[in-house]
């Protein structure tokens, strides 16, 4: 599991600093918030593989917070760790029925806290990130950041990767452009929907001369569909 990004979201210096060593040293990438404002421009600015957040923060609780992350389309699949002093059963329920995907109670260990990261980002990958997805010969790793058929890399701009990356992972399901904006850029920056539709022609001109360019499918009148079935 190195290599995976962990935002830490505690406003107490000292335990922030010791999870971060911990993490360190177990080999994850590591980022810092102090509060609920720099934990939302550390999102803003770099997606990370799971969030450990504090119940007690002082701008917003982190509970607020995990409702907040998991209520926003951009985020809501992020896993999300709960640290709380608070040892009481209905705390734990109120985390979880709040979205947070598991819940440690201080103290904990280095070690124990280690072990619930990757059990619960082995849970997410089981649900759909970082995992290899396949369509005929069509293949998506996300963890190699490629796609290939018959393990040939198909070449593709940031972009259509992306685009493709989005399409793989949501099969079957149409999405208006307005959708596909959202998802592939965030809905910050202004984009004409016309611009799917070249990215989406970007994209079949590479799936072409491998025969797969069928699987982008237009539904007309609603949008765009990625299906290994015929239409
Ligand atoms: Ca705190």
Redesign the pocket.
């Known amino acids: 599991m190195s290599g995976k990004l962990i935002l830490i979201v505690?406003?107490?210096h000292a335990?922030r600093q010791m999870i971060a060593f911990g993490l360190r040293r177990a080999g994850f990438d590591v980022r810092e918030a102090a509060d609920c404002r720099e934990a939302r421009q550390s999102l803003a600015d770099q997606r990370p593989d799971l969030m450990l957040v504090?119940?007690?923060?002082p701008d917003m609780s982190g509970l607020e917070l995990t409702r907040a992350v998991k209520r926003d389309r951009q985020t809501r699949e992020l896993p999300i760790i709960m640290l709380t002093a608070r040892a009481e059963e209905g705390d734990k329920v109120t985390g979880l029925e709040n979205g947070a995907d598991d819940y440690i109670t201080k103290p904990f260990s280095p070690r124990e806290l280690v072990a619930r990261i990757n059990a619960v980002l082995r849970r997410a990958g089981a649900t759909g990130l970082d995992h290899v997805v396949e369509f005929e010969a069509l293949k998506l790793d996300q963890q190699g950041q490629r796609i290939t058929v018959d393990g040939q890399t198909v070449p593709l701009g940031p972009t259509e990767y992306r685009m493709l990356e989005f399409f793989m992972t949501h099969p079957e399901r149409v999405f208006s452009r307005d959708q596909l904006l959202d998802r592939l850029w965030g809905g910050n920056v202004y984009v004409e929907e016309r611009t799917i539709d070249v990215h989406v022609r970007r994209l079949r001109k590479s799936l072409e001369k491998y025969g797969l360019d069928r699987f982008v499918q237009t539904v007309r009148g609603s949008g765009y569909r990625f299906s290994a079935k015929a239409q």
């Open positions: 505690e406003d107490e335990i504090d119940w007690m923060l």
